[in-house]
């Protein structure tokens, strides 16, 4: 992915669309990676995800903080490779909301995003696009079918959690201690996401 992937332009996005928030892919030979993805290089049966909101500053740079965390413990960065993207371009270029920044040092988990809006080329290379809610859900399902060879499953990252909490709703007109809760679904989501494909 060396020069800057297609997006879908305001139009295809809506002015509605609330955040998409995880993307997971294994990363191909040879291809190069937007500088927005951080990692090492990896061998190719490694799997890509992304993790994608609304403006990509409140579920979704938590959701992939809490996943590069796990992954980090378990010795296996190199087999993962990471992102998050929002669905509009209320918040390209911004950094996380600073609850949820102050909520990553409270657990001692590292934060390092710039907010970036999705792309079709991101369908047709992370393996998993996590999602937060419903409208995500079918917003992120109507954009793939405007991509050819879309390869993304994509799914609700409350799918995976151990008490079927299915919704992580969004906090940003919340208070910290909603934040808060965003990370715990997060947590115990990724961590089941993490067993069943690891």
Known sequence: MGSAAPGFGNSGMGTGSLPVDLLLRPPDVG????????????????????????????????????????????????????????????????????RGQNCMKKHGIPMSHIA?????????????ILCMDESNLRDLNRKSN???????KIELLGTYDPQKQLIIEDPYYGSEKDFETVYEQCLRCCKAFLEKYH
Do not use: M
């Open 116 to 128: 970036r809006q999705i792309t079709k080329e991101d369908f047709q290379t992370f393996d998993h």
């Open 31 to 98: 291809r190069g990676e937007k500088t927005t993805t951080r990692s090492t290089e990896v061998n190719s049966e490694n799997s890509l995800e992304s993790l994608v909101s609304i403006g990509n500053i409140c579920r979704s740079p938590i959701a992939e903080a809490v996943f590069r965390k796990l992954v980090t413990d378990e010795k296996l960065e190199n087999k993962w490779r990471i992102d998050s993207a929002a669905t509009s371009t209320y918040e390209i270029g911004s950094p996380p909301d600073y």
């Open 146 to 152: 405007q991509v050819k060879d879309c390869k993304a």
